[in-house]
């Protein structure tokens, strides 16, 4: 099978791309350099000219391949309205080029499409792949948890946008449209939020959480979750659905586990939300929500069995130490 991955530079892109190349795949990936042509050429992967904010570049490359594996996002996961709009404009790109033809695209969304602030304490609510979406401020930010009203509305905007895309893979015609949410991806070094909460860590001294720091959110090794790819690619059916997670992990203890790491013991410091904003920025307010999946739908569907769960340990002496 002929496969683009956008993204294929990138972390999660990059685990998918190579779990492809594994299984036989042919896989092409967007390079807007020689120096990423060459990391690609490296990985097994045959560089693509093109780059995500190039719609023309993006049709070309659609349109010479049998499946899209869409990885990238202008704004990454923690992105806000105005960039998640941008990724729509170019997941409709890749729709308008493939419309009718009966390929592949399977969509890269997020957990935080799921995300409820609750001033730092865990939510009761699982949410699986069949959940009714975009959630209502009332839930996604109720009164209780005092949550700014300038915020709310950024939230609100940038989910709206993000399932906005969602919707429009999931019911496209004449294609397979696939929507893959993974929890927090974690392993090997990388992620979008352990890295900035490490950055966080070390310039506070210590790690911080939202409040008591009971927020809860799923999480995925990412080479379970490039497996989980291979399977959507090669079994998931039309308007399919996938939550990417393994486990469940409260916000302070991931604190906990990074302040060891950094040689801060078992300290963390609780901020209010603002503050969390202030010293993560988006990535602060991302880390604080709960994001409590279920994958229980998607494991039955794909037979996918992910394997790692081993996070906290990841953290303090594993890939993220060295």
């Not at 299984?23 to 560089?47: D, K, N, Q």
């Not at 090794?221 to 997670?245: F, N, Q, S």
């Not at 939300?273 to 604080?288: D, I, K, T």
Request: overall charge negative.
């Amino acid at each position: 099978m002929k496969i683009l991955v956008t993204g294929a530079t990138g972390y999660i892109g990059g685990a998918a791309a190579k779990a492809l190349v594994k299984r036989g795949h042919e896989v092409f990936g967007l390079a807007r350099s020689e120096e990423s042509a060459g990391r690609l050429r490296l990985a097994g992967i045959t560089p693509v000219a093109g780059d995500f904010t190039d719609n023309a570049s993006l049709i070309r490359a659609a349109s010479g391949v049998d499946t899209i594996v869409s990885t990238a996002s202008i704004g990454s996961l923690a992105g806000s309205a105005e960039t998640f709009a941008q990724d729509r404009d170019a997941i409709r790109a890749m729709l308008g080029a493939v419309e009718g033809s009966g390929k592949t695209l399977v969509f890269t969304s997020g957990s935080a499409v799921l995300g409820i602030v609750n001033g730092g304490d865990a939510t009761r609510d699982v949410f699986d792949e069949d959940v009714r979406l975009p959630l209502p401020p009332a839930v996604f930010a109720p009164a209780s948890a005092n949550v700014p009203p300038l915020l709310v509305e950024m939230l609100g905007a940038a989910m709206g946008a993000r399932v906005e895309t969602e919707k429009e893979v999931a019911n496209a015609l004449g294609i397979r449209g696939i929507v893959m949410r993974p929890g927090l991806v974690y392993g090997n070094g990388g992620s979008y939020d352990l890295p900035a909460l490490i950055r966080m860590a070390r310039a506070q001294g210590v790690a911080p959480h939202l409040g008591a720091g009971g927020t809860l959110q799923g999480y995925v090794h990412v080479d379970d979750l490039a497996e989980l790819y291979c399977l959507a690619v090669e079994g998931a059916p039309a308007g399919a659905v996938l939550h990417g997670v393994a486990g469940e992990v409260s916000q302070r203890e991931l604190a906990a586990a990074v302040s060891r790491m950094i040689g801060a013991g078992d300290r963390t410091a609780s901020l209010q939300l603002e503050e969390m904003y202030a010293a993560g920025g988006p990535v602060g307010v991302s880390l604080s929500l709960n994001k409590r999946m279920s994958s229980d739908k998607t494991r039955r569907l794909l037979g996918w069995s992910p394997t790692r769960t081993d996070i906290l340990r990841d953290i303090e002496f594993g890939s993220y130490a060295a």
